[in-house]
């Protein structure tokens, strides 16, 4: 258990459907981020929250979605997905501002659109 | 803005051998410099970290990397392999907000 869980694991879903990934982290940490991880290219920061307001979306499709209820949650919301956003979805937590001891991962939603 | 490049996209090493993972960063301070291990189907875990004092950091699984300001380099090491290293393997800089930058990852096999 690395402190940041994310559920589901696996993930199939339409492309007319709604789904939510969620992320919980126990840590303390009070900046979450979800990364898009899609196979051979760099990990893709797509929203960042920092004391539960989001502080960067970094021209992500409005058919992601994300919430963040508190500083232990996170949810990326989907609606409408397209094929080419399967991948793997990567939530993490720091300490805000404080780079020194890096992120802690969770193990990600694999997310499959057919 | 920072950023990082891994030069090799894939290495093949027999257990028992040394190991050797390139990267080069871009940022104009000192950075906050990072490897990152990730096995199949799992998320990224840490291996080791710098952001000040001696060059040569040590991490778990028996990784080390050492920094060279000079050469913009963070190279990740290991004197002798495991097949459990098989993984894949990134490299990440942050700088004085909350943002890491990671490379497009090295992936490592291992054989007999």
């Known amino acids: 258990e690395t402190g940041v869980t994310q559920t589901p694991r696996h993930l199939v879903m339409g492309m007319t459907n709604k789904k939510s990934l969620k992320c919980e982290q126990h840590?303390?940490?009070?900046?979450m981020y979800w990364y898009k991880q899609s196979a051979k290219k760099p990990l893709e920061l797509m929203f960042v929250?920092?004391?539960?307001?989001?502080?960067e979306n970094n021209s992500v499709p409005s058919r992601f979605s994300p919430e963040c209820p508190n500083s232990s949650h996170l949810f990326l919301h989907l609606h409408t997905l397209q094929p080419e956003d399967s991948a793997l979805y990567l939530c993490?937590?720091?300490?805000?501002?404080?780079?020194?001891?890096?992120?802690?991962f969770g193990s990600g939603t694999r997310l499959t659109v057919v | 803005a920072q950023s990082v490049t891994q030069p090799d996209i894939h290495i093949t090493v027999s257990e028992g051998a040394s190991l050797e993972l390139r990267c080069n960063y871009s940022?104009?301070?000192?950075?906050?410099l990072f490897w990152y291990v990730q096995s199949p189907g799992q998320g990224l875990q840490l291996l080791l970290k710098?952001?000040?004092?001696?060059?040569l950091v040590q991490g778990i699984k028996g990784f080390e990397a050492e920094f060279k300001r000079s050469q913009s380099s963070f190279n990740l090491r290991k004197p002798s392999v495991h097949w459990s290293d098989a993984a894949e393997y990134f490299c990440?800089?942050?700088?004085?907000?909350?943002?890491?930058?990671f490379g497009a990852g090295t992936t490592v096999t291992v054989r007999a």
């Open positions: 993490a937590s720091s300490q805000e501002r404080t780079q020194r001891v890096g992120y802690t």
């Open positions: 840590l303390g940490h009070n900046a």
């Open positions: 929250y920092s004391l539960e307001e989001r502080v």
């Open positions: 940022y104009g301070a000192t950075p906050y």
């Open positions: 710098y952001f000040s004092g001696d060059t």
């Open positions: 990440a800089v942050g700088a004085l907000d909350y943002k890491l930058s």
